[in-house]
């Protein structure tokens, strides 16, 4: 197939983004109201636990989903959250395979996922399949645009996608049990039970669930023929346990241990007459911490241990794989605030240890890789309008050296009159050192490898605007229950727009005949523009409307490449759509949450020719969530429509995903106080 974007329709797609860049729209999801709390000031509220995103990244684009949507997509993974309200696209290869993320024309190991501040991708593979986090798990969750290498370590090049489970609070003397029940289209069934404990001195928390899905849905085959999907049925089980005791008032030790099998049928291709392939993935990841605050310091320690199993057959070719993956992080550190009457001083200091093993049951052989960093942040707030942070990271690898300084900074451009204009830059060193499957793997591993090595450059500017006749609604914790009222009406308009450029050299990618190998192959540069648009309208207790668009232009082409005449110079890099865009309209009616996201996915090239690609999709899709208090217990019910108008497309070729389908799951919570 020849290309299949004329310049014309590159125009008016290019002339469609920019109306979306400056439009008075919005997506929910970058609305800073929370069910936790009262939003009154504009001030970037704290979105994480880690102050590394708190403190040091402010002059880093980072993207917080709310409460709510957390709430509607409760019964679904994290890839179908990310697809539809986040601008960040999610190579997903069909319906129970891998879904991987691609930050600004970034590959998927240079796209890192962090659990609670460690880092949790395959040690083998350096990918986080994001089909495998369920998001009922999270309490929340945030996404980092950009290059941060000196604060998060190797393969931070294009973003990171963190999340992070709330102990309960203490003192609270509650005890808390929830049951919940899901059914959704082609056979989906799911149970889970919550429970939640409070004391002075001691909390926990557990949360497990079991799912059970037959994915029998209808497609279209290469033929034009209709057929039902075969060697699809998923089954697996979670489950997350949080445990936390308070020393003293000063020291608290915390434990989670998170565990979850998932058994995977893989249906066949569109080139496939059948499938028996089946894949198995175990993932057992403990993390203990320990914590001490003082009037101007924090001390903390953390050690985690990660082990990944997969096992993957295919009877049909007689092939099998097992493989085990060990991982153990360690890190310590303090941060110390000093606070003057013109300004204020933040520092962090912090040594990561990360050991990583590979064992590969099938041919019987063992890698390692080890990294060790010293790493230190400052950041230091001018008055009330500059505030500039700076990192540096000396990181080890394989007693291979690398220095990785950073800078950011935002400014307060004007905070008067309800309007309140902030700009922000941000400069990385980046790299990414080569997996262990890259260096090792048999047949076709190459140990020759050099690291991914460049520099990130990011610029952008925010929008606040807010006219009121006082404050916006308070809710409690975990409920959706209305208990305080501040206002009768409010309206909040957010825009941000980000432009962005990397250069990467010696890119690494599998290339070969009956054996591929990895290898250094070109220098590739991305650039690019992204908006997030948000408008909140607060008519009364009752009643309030958001409206939203978020838009992304992504230009990421191969500048020079080892390969003599592959026609990739000038070209797109392979799955990287140039347009993106997502819009939602939703309201709340006293306990009812109605939203419509509809997204847009451009052309995906598949050859580093651009001679193929695949054909531009938009989908549409609607939750619903309602909470009642019942007497002091919370009911709760989630429905979910996707792909409402039964579009027919592919994300990856040849791996067809399914039409319309809903969800619709039920729970109610016990409080004892």
Request: charged share 20%; hydrophobic share 35%; proline share 3%.
């Amino acid at each position: 197939m020849n290309r299949l974007v004329s310049t014309n329709l590159i125009i008016r797609k290019a002339a469609l983004l920019m109306v979306m860049l400056f439009s008075f729209t919005a997506v929910h999801a970058q609305v800073t109201d929370t069910l936790k709390g009262v939003e009154i000031k504009d001030e970037k509220p704290k979105t994480s636990n880690d102050e590394r995103i708190n403190t040091y990244s402010q002059g880093q684009l980072v993207y917080a989903i709310d409460t709510v949507t957390l709430k509607q997509y409760q019964f679904q993974s994290m890839a179908n959250l990310l697809s539809q309200q986040v601008p960040v696209f999610v190579k997903s290869y069909g319906i129970n395979n891998v879904a991987t993320l691609n930050f600004r024309g970034a590959s998927a190991a240079q796209s890192q996922v962090y659990w609670n501040g460690i880092p949790i991708s395959n040690a083998a593979l350096g990918i986080s399949d994001v089909s495998l986090l369920p998001v009922s798990l999270m309490n929340k969750v945030n996404v980092i645009y950009g290059s941060s290498s000196a604060l998060w370590g190797s393969g931070n090049v294009g973003g990171a996608l963190l999340v992070e489970n709330d102990l309960p609070d203490f003192d609270t003397g509650a005890f808390s049990q929830s049951i919940s029940a899901v059914m959704g289209s082609f056979g989906n069934y799911r149970a889970g039970l919550k429970s939640a404990l409070s004391t002075n001195r001691f909390v926990a928390s557990a949360n497990v669930f079991g799912q059970t899905m037959n994915n029998d849905f209808r497609y279209k085959d290469a033929d034009d023929k209709e057929q039902t999907m075969t060697n699809a049925k998923m089954q697996s089980g979670v489950g997350l346990l949080q445990a936390g005791y308070k020393l003293n008032d000063k020291n608290t030790l915390s434990f989670r241990g998170w565990y979850q099998q998932y058994y995977r049928e893989i249906p066949p291709a569109l080139f496939e007459s059948a499938s028996a392939k089946n894949q198995r993935d175990e993932s057992l990841r403990l993390l203990l911490n320990w914590k001490r605050n003082t009037d101007k310091s924090i001390y903390y320690a953390k050690a985690a241990y990660i082990r990944d199993f997969m096992w993957y057959r295919d009877s049909l070719i007689s092939v099998e794989s097992k493989n085990i993956t060990d991982q153990v992080y360690v890190e310590a550190g303090i941060k110390r605030s000093t606070f003057g009457a013109k300004d204020n001083n933040y520092l962090m200091i912090f040594i990561p240890v990360q050991l990583s093993r590979m064992d590969r049951l099938s041919v019987g052989d063992t890698k390692t890789q080890s990294k060790y960093a010293l790493a230190a942040a400052y950041a230091r707030q001018f008055g009330t309008r500059v505030l500039l942070s700076a990192q540096s990271r000396a990181e080890v690898v394989d007693n291979n050296g690398y220095i990785l300084p950073g800078i950011n900074a935002t400014y307060l451009l004007h905070s008067r009159y309800k309007l309140r204009v902030t700009l922000r830059a941000n400069v990385q060193r980046t790299y990414r050192v080569p997996t262990l499957n890259e260096l090792y793997y048999s047949p076709g591993g190459n140990p020759n490898l050099k690291p991914e090595k460049g520099w990130n450059e990011d610029v952008g500017y925010s929008i606040v605007l807010r006219r009121s006749r006082g404050s916006v609604y308070h809710a409690t914790n975990d409920s959706l229950k209305t208990v305080e009222v501040y206002n009768l009406s409010h309206i909040r308009f957010e825009h941000d727009l980000s432009v962005y450029n990397r250069v990467i050299n010696d890119w690494i990618l599998w290339f070969g005949g009956a054996i591929w190998t990895p290898h250094n192959i070109s220098q590739v540069h991305s650039r690019g523009l992204q908006t997030e648009n948000a408008l909140k309208y607060v008519v009364n207790k009752n009643l309030e409307f958001k409206l939203g668009v978020n838009g992304s232009y992504t230009l990421a082409t191969t500048m020079s490449s080892y390969i003599p005449n592959d026609g990739s110079i000038g070209k797109q890099i392979p799955y990287t759509p140039r347009f993106m865009a997502q819009s939602n309209i939703g309201f709340k009616w006293k306990d009812i949450y109605l939203n419509y996201n509809h997204t847009y996915t451009g052309v995906r090239y598949i050859t580093t020719d651009e001679s193929y690609g695949l054909k531009e999709y938009t989908l549409g899709n609607i939750q619903l969530l309602y909470a009642k208090d019942v007497q002091g217990h919370i009911l709760q019910l989630t429905a979910q429509c996707n792909n409402v108008w039964n579009s027919e497309y592919v994300v990856v070729n040849a791996r067809p995903m399914p039409g319309i389908n809903w969800l619709v799951g039920l729970s109610f919570t016990f409080s004892t106080p």
